[in-house]
């Protein structure tokens, strides 16, 4: 318990037991100061801290009520704002006096609840699920809710796109105290708190977009497809049987599934429900508002719960969503032949050092057009993993056969990314056409994974499993495994099994190489963010973070991705990265060029560089490649290294890196590495808050001279808080609001030794736009002086306004207390529930009653801190206006 919690540590413990029912009818239980048979009035208002609303159906019966259990007709809220809350997924079985006439749910479940906002790309929706454990008749029982957002309305193709936490976090068997999700985008959204297990009060808030990294963004996936994996010695249809789902498998697919996983214990299987069949799923009702509101979105949160169950199956290592992964390009005009990116690098001198001799790149992708003159004698055999028909387009599932059919039925409208990124890599060079590659002799094995509508992270799994030499569903293996793979794809979600896959493929001599993604966003973008591969920013003509990059403390390296809207270097044509492409406008696939832009193009700059180093020193690893960029020796940074959240080490320079292969191969070692700046955490995101902390230190090996530290907004100020004689150490940022019109700030704090320069963003906001609203309340009048377990002397339930008035008091020494109870275990002030002391929490004052006292007002506020909660007795209270009484406490399971 905090020390400026005294009074309610000392409360909480006095009146967890009992609470006499003898006093609620008044009078009685002073200090004994003053006439024994007077008795005043204490009255007062409660307000309530700003921006919090209350869960319109919770189960304390003498609240507002209104239904938002169904998606049709969902609860509004502000896209600022904290909302307590309650679910269960069971009755709460509560009786009070014999009955269970305070509560409102205590015969059936509130197993979901619906929220609509309209907001902004970056926001974030946090919940936090209070009620982890609690307990009924000496047993404990587990509280478990789910944090799920959804557009509120399909795209175009009549898709949802739905948002689920429940895939992360502490879930192998157990529930998370928190749970977060990023909006992707700006529109109208259905929140959806869902109770998985359990009862539980909850705590949801939608915070304002930020630049700060959020890691809780995820991606479309397929409806009843899940990739799971048993342990060693368990069967994946017992396990299915466990989770419920058994409903969903047919016999056959069971025994396919551990046929499989037999014959191969190694590899992941794709489970496919047949939920228009079954149509039922374990803890789904035929009668499901959301299924009636829609059966598309019904199916893919049935999905993601199906997957949950199955992960908390003891014999199950992993089962998670069939994730679709998208291409990261914006394509233009074909045909385009300059390459203004090569010289960005320094690569016309590094092609007298390498070419890329004896190196093979694997490029997973839409595939390649396999006829194209500056590829077909630069591929190695590869394979087809797409395995959905529909999103294969070639009339089959996974084949030897990975040449592009493009990703469009459209003619003219396939993006024949593929290609485009092998062509950066390996096109054929001096051949007197077209453009060049970075690698010319290098080879590329081709693997096809991204269809029509992208690809799936298991067809993704497939061909990293092949290209590492590794069993997988084309029960075949290239001759020779690949050096490198790039991946110019990717998406938010971060994927157990993908990320084994990547480790593994690394720990067979693998190096990876991805793209970090198109939305000028912070959040880590996967595969790109996994440690064990390369993350690349993209930049522009000028060498700077192109528009659409995304950044962040993810990034490895960036490399040029191009800018379509800008011609910076005055050659009449737009800035973006020009490679092979087929063209089918005509009916037919003929081998053309175009100019893109994008992550996807930069990774491949990367990749080919990296096949210039491996050619140059073949014993070339992925932690030599990590030292090298960590050191800023293969960049641009390599006089100046410092990291950064926009190009990472800095721009890969094809030169140095070359020269660094062949130093290594020579037996050299590694410079010193110089003076690193860096900040953690990278940016201060101060939201409603006052001050934060950042912490400076140096990454490299050299050390800086004296630091200077400055600011360049007069609302914000830096105070060193321990540093040491370098100026390195921890530092306080505190901001000053007076004055400020509300809306959102932003300023850069500077680091500089005079030779090496550290930027710090700020971010803050100023006011609000949430609205608020007061559940029930319940005011507690204690007796100041009492050192006994039972110290209140009455309580009551306040008016919707906040009105509240005690009568019949007798004179003496008081403290006055109150909060909601909206799970209705006669316990206020618990964490999720609102809590407020007169005159305010923590600095609490004794009221000396000697006669008749109005105007004891003060503010109730949210208990949002799990784990210090000031807990309180609630006991039977008068209710103000009307008869109604509490009884004695009773524990809920």
């Not at 309650?86 to 749910?105: L, M, Q």
């Not at 040449?403 to 092998?422: C, Q």
Request: proline share 5%.
């Amino acid at each position: 318990m905090p020390a400026s919690l005294p009074l309610l540590s000392r409360i909480s413990l006095s009146l967890l037991l009992s609470l006499t029912l003898s006093a609620c009818g008044g009078g009685g239980g002073g200090g004994g100061n003053g006439d024994s048979t007077a008795t005043y009035s204490l009255s007062g208002q409660l307000s309530i801290a700003t921006g919090i609303v209350t869960d319109s159906d919770i189960n304390d019966i003498y609240a507002p009520y209104a239904s938002n259990d169904d998606p049709a007709n969902p609860q509004p809220l502000s896209n600022l704002t904290t909302v307590q809350g309650f679910a269960s997924a069971r009755a709460t079985n509560i009786t009070v006096s014999g009955d269970s006439a305070s509560e409102r749910y205590a015969d059936s479940a509130d197993q979901d609840d619906y929220f609509k906002a309209s907001l902004q790309a970056g926001q974030t929706i946090r919940l936090q699920v209070v009620d982890l454990t609690y307990f009924y008749n000496g047993e404990g029982y587990h509280g478990d809710l789910d944090l799920f957002l959804a557009t509120a309305t399909p795209n175009a193709e009549g898709k949802y796109l739905v948002v689920d936490k429940s895939q992360f976090g502490p879930l192998d068997g157990a529930a998370g105290a928190f749970e977060e999700v990023t909006v992707p985008a700006d529109g109208d959204y259905l929140i959806n708190v869902y109770a998985y297990s359990g009862i539980s009060k909850y705590v949801l808030q939608i915070l304002p977009a930020s630049s700060a990294v959020p890691a809780n963004r995820m991606d479309d996936f397929v409806a009843d497809e899940i990739i799971v994996k048993a342990k060693t010695g368990s069967s994946i249809s017992a396990q299915a049987r466990n989770a419920g789902l058994s409903t969903l498998l047919s016999p056959a697919a069971l025994n396919q599934l551990n046929a499989a996983a037999t014959a191969d214990p190694d590899k992941p299987q794709l489970l496919r429900l047949n939920r228009s069949s079954a149509r039922l799923s374990s803890g789904s009702s035929p009668s499901d508002p959301l299924r009636v509101f829609s059966e598309a979105l019904y199916n893919k949160r049935q999905t993601l719960l199906d997957s949950k169950r199955l992960r908390q199956q003891e014999g199950i290592e992993y089962a998670e969503p069939n994730y679709i992964r998208r291409i990261q390009t914006t394509p233009n005009d074909p045909a385009y032949r300059f390459q203004w990116h090569y010289p960005a690098l320094n690569l016309p001198q590094t092609w007298d050092l390498s070419k890329g001799d004896d190196v093979i790149v694997a490029v997973i992708d839409t595939g390649v057009f396999l006829a194209h003159p500056d590829l077909s004698g630069q591929l190695i055999d590869g394979y087809d993993f797409v395995s959905n028909r529909d999103s294969a387009r070639d009339g089959n599932g996974i084949d030897n056969n990975p040449d592009d059919p493009g990703d469009n039925d459209i003619p003219g409208a396939s993006s024949w990314h593929g290609s485009h990124v092998a062509g950066t890599v390996a096109a054929a060079s001096n051949n007197g056409i077209g453009g060049a590659g970075v690698a010319w002799n290098a080879k590329i094995m081709p693997l096809r994974a991204l269809g029509k509508n992208g690809g799936t992270s298991y067809d993704i799994i497939q061909a990293v499993r092949y290209a590492a030499r590794r069993s997988n569903d084309s029960n075949t293996l290239p001759a020779k495994k690949a050096d490198i793979i790039n991946l110019s794809l990717g998406g938010y979600s971060s994927s157990a099994a993908e990320q084994a896959e990547y480790a593994a493929a690394r720990s067979a001599g693998l190096i990876i190489v991805a793209a970090a993604g198109n939305e000028a966003s912070s959040s880590p973008f996967y595969p790109a963010a996994y440690p064990d591969v390369i993350s690349v920013s993209a930049t522009n003509y000028q060498g700077t973070l192109a528009s659409y990059s995304n950044f962040g403390n993810t990034i490895s390296v960036a490399a040029p991705g191009g800018e379509l809207r800008n011609d910076d270097n005055g050659d009449g044509q737009k800035d973006g990265v020009f490679s092979t492409v087929a063209d089918d406008s005509s009916g037919s696939r003929l081998p053309s060029y175009r100019l893109y832009e994008g992550t996807s193009m930069a990774s491949p700059h990367v990749a080919g560089v990296i096949a210039l180093m491996k050619s140059a020193h073949p014993a070339l690893s992925a932690s030599d490649v990590d030292q090298l960029l960590q050191s800023c020796a293969i960049t641009h940074k390599a006089t100046r290294c410092n990291r950064d959240n926009q190009l990472g080490y800095g721009q890969i320079d094809a030169y140095r890196a070359v020269s660094e292969a062949l130093k290594l191969a020579g037996g050299g070692t590694l410079p010193p590495r110089p003076v690193a700046l860096q900040s953690s955490p990278a940016e201060l995101v101060f939201g409603s808050g006052s001050s934060l902390s950042f912490t400076l230190s140096n990454a490299g090996d050299l050390q800086p001279a004296l630091l200077s530290v400055s600011e360049d907004a007069d609302w914000l100020s830096i105070t060193a808080a321990s540093i040491d004689d370098k100026g390195l150490g921890s530092y306080s940022a505190s901001v000053d609001r007076s004055g400020l019109s509300d809306g959102y700030y932003n300023a850069t704090i500077t680091v500089s030794d005079g030779s090496h320069n550290l930027s710090i963003p700020v971010y803050m906001q100023n006011g609000t736009v949430s609205s608020n609203s007061m559940t029930q309340q319940y005011v507690l009048l204690e007796d100041s002086d009492c050192v006994a377990e039972q110290c209140v002397v009455k309580s009551i339930a306040a008016l919707s306004d906040g009105r509240f008035s005690f009568s019949g008091v007798a004179a003496g020494r008081y403290r006055l207390l109150a909060g909601s109870d909206i799970d209705v275990d006669n316990v206020i002030c618990q964490a999720g529930e609102t809590c407020g002391a007169y005159p305010s929490l923590g600095a609490e004052q004794i009221i000396e009653l000697s006669a008749d006292r109005s105007g004891v007002n003060f503010l109730i506020n949210l208990n949002s801190n799990l784990g210090a909660a000031a807990i309180l007795k609630r006991p039977q209270p008068e209710r103000s206006g009307d008869a109604g009484k509490r009884a004695a406490t009773v524990g809920i399971p």
